[in-house]
């Protein structure tokens, strides 16, 4: 199965359906069941953002799988629709600041126990089943 890495808090917020697009600076073609993997790096700033969310942030394993839907452009449109939608979670693209990428649409996230391992860059594979080991 595909697997991305993520940075917390992102990946817990996509994890708990507060995050519905995780973004890049390149596109995808992949459409279909992902595994989204919590990277060892942690966006400090966003930590302190997201402190009263009580949330815990486990980093170096796979927390959640979901379907990778759609990889949309950012664009001005882009950014109107989904910027309201939760401000807090989406400030980094409503401020972009010339930032260009796409959006991977995540859709049906469902949380799964901690599997740790190592992430890597880009889509990745990993051999798992619902027991979570391969």
């Given at each position: 199965?595909?697997?991305?890495?993520?940075?917390?808090?992102?990946?817990?917020?996509?994890?708990?359906?507060?995050?519905?697009?995780?973004?890049?600076?390149?596109?995808?073609?992949?459409?279909?069941?992902?595994?989204?993997?919590?990277?060892?790096?942690?966006?400090?700033?966003?930590?302190?953002?997201?402190?009263?969310?009580?949330?815990?942030?486990?980093?170096?394993?796979?927390?959640?799988?979901?379907?990778?839907?759609?990889?949309?452009?950012?664009?001005?449109?882009?950014?109107?629709?989904?910027?309201?939608?939760?401000?807090?979670?989406?400030?980094?693209?409503?401020?972009?600041?010339?930032?260009?990428?796409?959006?991977?649409?995540?859709?049906?996230?469902?949380?799964?126990?901690?599997?740790?391992?190592?992430?890597?860059?880009?889509l990745w594979d990993y051999?798992?089943?619902?027991?979570?080991?391969?």
């Amino acid at each position: 199965m595909k697997v991305i890495t993520i940075k917390q808090p992102w990946a817990t917020l996509i994890a708990e359906g507060l995050k519905e697009y995780e973004f890049r600076t390149w596109n995808t073609k992949f459409r279909g069941e992902i595994l989204i993997h919590a990277g060892k790096s942690v966006d400090k700033e966003a930590m302190k953002r997201f402190k009263d969310y009580h949330f815990e942030y486990p980093t170096g394993c796979i927390i959640a799988k979901a379907n990778l839907v759609d990889s949309i452009l950012v664009d001005d449109n882009f950014v109107k629709k989904v910027g309201p939608t939760n401000p807090l979670v989406y400030k980094g693209i409503i401020e972009r600041n010339g930032w260009e990428g796409y959006g991977f649409k995540l859709e049906n996230v469902k949380k799964i126990n901690p599997i740790y391992l190592n992430g890597k860059l880009s889509l990745w594979d990993y051999d798992y089943n619902e027991s979570g080991c391969n």
